[in-house]
């Protein structure tokens, strides 16, 4: 039973360029979670997804990220025209409950794609 | 709002020696609560968490936490530290009120083992 799988594990854009960040939740998940962690700092909270549904945005920056998670495929994290503040590392979850019965189960983590924007 | 507040960015411990490390929360409500493990360039591991039933929670690799609702803490310990315990811990929070999902971590902590 494969956990949380994102790829690549690495990625290095210049600024301007598109970042694409995907991650496959475990059999069985169909809620995800974004986190991005900036160096020295500890997860922060971006976007909630169910199948074809965002479900909670609001730690995502207004403009340049968006974020899917369609009924065939990963979820995926889209950065447009990325800039070095983007530069840090995405952390994808899923969970295979409704958010409201978090507390009672866990969400497994990927182990993160580490942004470098050159 | 909630939040957790972890009071040491660096702990440093020799093998061998006992853990502490503090975790402070704010929660209007009854909260869940979480510790997770980061080792270098890996992802998140669960450690231990607490629903609400009993305030002592054992977790994986000989760790518990202990939830003081009357000191808003949970603070993670363990009885003999080993060199593999050496890695960023983070105290989470989950507010079981009107949440979406959302963890909410502290800043982390890094813990350093000496030989």
């Known amino acids: 039973n494969a956990g949380v799988m994102q790829n690549p594990r690495h990625l290095v854009r210049r600024r301007g360029q598109e970042a694409r960040l995907r991650c496959s939740p475990m059999?069985?998940?169909?809620?995800v979670y974004w986190y991005r962690q900036l160096p020295e700092e500890g997860l922060k909270f971006m976007v909630y997804?169910?199948?074809?549904?965002?479900?909670?945005e609001s730690g995502m920056p207004k403009e340049r990220f968006s974020a899917e998670f369609p009924k065939e495929g990963p979820s995926i994290l889209r950065i447009q025209q990325v800039v070095r503040g983007d530069s840090a590392a995405y952390f994808c979850a899923s969970s295979p409950r409704e958010s409201s019965h978090l507390m009672n189960t866990e969400a497994f983590f990927g182990q993160g794609t580490r942004l470098t924007v050159v | 709002a909630q939040s957790v507040t972890q009071l040491d960015s660096h702990v440093s411990v020799s093998e061998g020696t006992p853990v502490l490390l503090r975790c402070n929360y704010s929660?209007?409500?009854?909260?869940?609560l979480f510790w997770y493990v980061q080792h270098p360039n890996k992802g998140l591991q669960l450690l231990l968490k607490y629903t609400s039933a009993a305030t002592l929670v054992k977790g994986i690799n000989g760790f518990e936490a202990e939830f003081k609702k009357s000191e808003t803490s949970f603070h993670l310990t363990k009885p003999s530290a080993h060199m593999s315990d050496a890695a960023e811990y983070f105290c989470?929070?989950?507010?079981?009120?009107?949440?979406?999902?959302?963890?909410?971590f502290g800043q982390g902590t890094t813990l350093q083992v000496k030989p």
């Open positions: 989470v929070v989950i507010p079981t009120s009107g949440n979406t999902g959302k963890l909410i």
């Open positions: 059999k069985g998940h169909s809620h």
């Open positions: 997804l169910q199948k074809e549904n965002i479900i909670d």
């Open positions: 929660s209007s409500y009854s909260p869940s």
